[in-house]
T-cell receptor, first 116, second 115 residues
Framework: KAGVTQTPRYLIKTRGQQVTLSCSPI?????VSWYQQTPGQGLQFLFE???????NKGNFPGRFSGRQFSNSRSEMNVSTLELGDSALYLC???????????????FGPGTRLTVT | SQQGEEDPQALSIQEGENATMNCSYK?????LQWYRQNSGRGLVHLIL?????REKHSGRLRVTLDTSKKSSSLLITASRAADTASYFC???????????????FGKGITLSVRP
């Protein structure tokens, strides 16, 4: 099976711009989660989508949003970029089946976003 | 906020030695997972231990979980230079009403294995 793919891998944006990142999960996986990784705050959960619905949400401002398509691919959008949004953005996919026991998540290589 | 706190923050050992990394957490959990990250790349899942398990093995990895102390340890035996990476513990403390994808990560341990 192909792994989780994220595009683009690197991105440079200017303050005030907006950005859209894409994640394609492993085939058959219906849950996609997004995480932000920075040296100061470490890995922080942004949100999770399952069957096109946001199921979990972290403590990030409304500038961070996401969506999931019927083929389980997911996008996250950050509007009005700030310098502090510079980070590695990771997505993870899992089966996400309701009622299942805890399961592992498979991470993509990440998108490195630099805001100048 | 961080749920898991790993220690030490950095560990440097000689190839062939064992590496022990510890993780403490604050709230009740469903499971605890360990991940590896090589130099700013994606995370690789290493092992998952459920809250009702005390020890688990996978190849050269051994994980223990003590829920009474809210702590876990990851032991890598006979370390190799290729084990050089950052290691994270992550806890899943979500509801039982559905699959829980919200992992809370510690800040990580940087392991250097000298050849």
């Amino acid at each position: 099976k192909a792994g989780v793919t994220q595009t683009p891998r690197y991105l440079i944006k200017t303050r005030g711009q907006q950005v859209t990142l894409s994640c394609s999960p492993i085939s058959g996986h219906r849950s996609v989660s997004w995480y932000q990784q920075t040296p100061g705050q470490g890995l922080q959960f942004l949100f999770e989508y399952f069957s096109e619905t946001q199921r979990n949400k972290g403590n990030f401002p409304g500038r961070f949003s996401g969506r999931q398509f019927s083929n389980s691919r997911s996008e996250m959008n950050v509007s009005t970029l700030e310098l502090g949004d510079s980070a590695l953005y990771l997505c993870a996919s899992s089966s996400g089946l309701a009622g299942s026991p805890s399961y592992e998540q498979y991470f993509g290589p990440g998108t490195r976003l630099t805001v100048t | 906020s961080q749920q898991g706190e790993e220690d030490p923050q950095a560990l440097s050992i000689q190839e062939g030695e064992n590496a022990t990394m510890n993780c403490s957490y604050k709230t009740s959990i469903n499971n605890l997972q360990w991940y590896r990250q090589n130099s700013g790349r994606g995370l690789v899942h290493l092992i998952l231990i459920r809250s009702n398990e005390r020890e688990k093995h996978s190849g050269r990895l051994r994980v223990t979980l003590d829920t009474s102390k809210k702590s876990s340890s990851l032991l890598i035996t006979a370390s190799r230079a290729a084990d050089t990476a950052s290691y994270f513990c992550a806890t899943d403390a979500g509801r039982h009403t559905g699959a829980n994808s919200k992992l809370t990560f510690g800040k990580g341990i940087t392991l250097s294995v000298r050849p």
